[in-house]
């Protein structure tokens, strides 16, 4: 009977052992390169010590590091005259050599005479857009340098989108969030400045809502749909516009959509912007078009006409063609 007791107790303490040899080879290991391959904490000198502990926080931050909306008393200002001139100055001040390491732009949205666009991705989500003031050479495939009105357009917009990210929900639905603006300086001491907001889709670029409703559903829908939009478009203006801005530039290239349960309308560019606080001066970029003193009530009226246009802007910038040949489609 002992025997076979101690036979058993045998067997008991080797299925043991086997079941706990992996746990007790992985310990090893680990023991092996502490010693010999990475010398342990106790052993490391002061200096060294430093420099993990300010990698490690560096991984750290760089997780961390997906923007948050932006409002104008985020950066301790107020909406006023010289609120713009006071923003300039923030940009210099917001220098940031090593910005790509938190953005990185990607697919080219979009250039002008005054600026570049690109999608830009943060942590592997590229559902922001960063905005360069500087203008994009076509024939030369390469970026120019910024102006002077293409620093003080993305100031504007900049000073635009932050005032309005304080107004009630049912405004600042109507603009894109802005997360950040900082400037650059080049190993030629060109200074360009840049902006990060929110991305959307474009609205009138198939397919896209508005041209498979009209595939779906024939001409005489959709021109119902389209008289909606314009409704909810002329209403976003009016609502800007009483909450004491005027976008100026208005056209169906700068308005987006985010499409979900329902369309939501999107009005983006606001460099060419007019705020009712501000003062039109040599350095505001409207300077350009409007003489130095103009009221905000006669802009206004300027804003009027080209909101009565719109409509059929809309309508011949679709690739269905013009109303004239929509009215013979058989859809």
């Known amino acids: 009977m002992r025997k076979e007791k101690k036979e058993k107790w045998n067997k008991f303490y080797i299925l043991l052992f086997f079941l706990f040899l992996p746990f007790l080879l992985n310990e090893s290991l680990y023991l092996i390169q502490d010693f010999f391959v990475k010398p342990p904490l106790y ?4 200096e060294q010590f430093t420099k993990i502990n300010r990698e490690f926080d560096k991984i750290k931050e760089n997780k961390a590091k997906t923007p948050k909306p932006m409002r104008l008393n985020d950066v301790g200002l107020k909406r006023g005259e010289k609120t713009r001139n006071l923003l300039n100055v923030k940009f210099s001040e917001r220098r940031r050599p090593n910005w790509r390491d938190q953005y990185k732009p990607s697919q080219m949205l979009g250039f002008g005479q005054y ?26 495939g390469e970026m120019k340098r910024s102006t002077s009105i293409s620093k ?45 907001q929110e991305k959307f889709e474009k609205c009138f670029t198939p397919p896209n809502l508005f041209e498979k409703f009209a595939a779906r ?40 959509c985010r499409f979900g349960d329902e369309v939501e309308y ?14 039109i001066d040599s350095s505001h970029p409207i300077s350009m078009h409007y003489e130095e003193g103009v009221k905000f009530h006669e802009i206004k009226n300027l804003q009027k006409i080209a909101l009565d246009d719109w409509y059929k802007i809309v309508i011949e910038h679709t690739s269905f063609g013009s109303l004239e040949q929509k009215r013979k489609t058989n859809f």
């Open 152 to 196: 003080q357009l993305i100031v504007n917009e900049v000073f635009a989108l932050l005032d309005i990210a304080q107004a009630p929900d049912k405004i600042k639905k109507y603009v894109p969030r802005i997360y950040d603006f900082f400037s650059d300086v080049d190993n030629n001491g060109e200074e360009t400045y840049y902006m990060v």
């Open 115 to 140: 600026g570049t666009t690109f999608t830009t991705c943060v942590n592997s989500e590229c559902v922001y857009v960063i905005k360069s003031s500087r203008p994009f050479d076509l024939k030369k």
């Open 266 to 279: 999107i009005l983006i560019d606001w460099g060419l912007s007019f705020c009712v606080d501000d003062l």
């Open 217 to 256: 559903n024939g001409f005489g829908r959709w021109k119902v749909e389209l008289n909606k939009m314009e409704m909810e478009i002329k209403k976003m203006i009016s609502k800007l516009n009483n909450y004491g801005w005027m976008h100026l530039d208005f056209h169906e290239d700068n308005i987006l």
């Open 43 to 46: 052993k490391l000198k002061e």
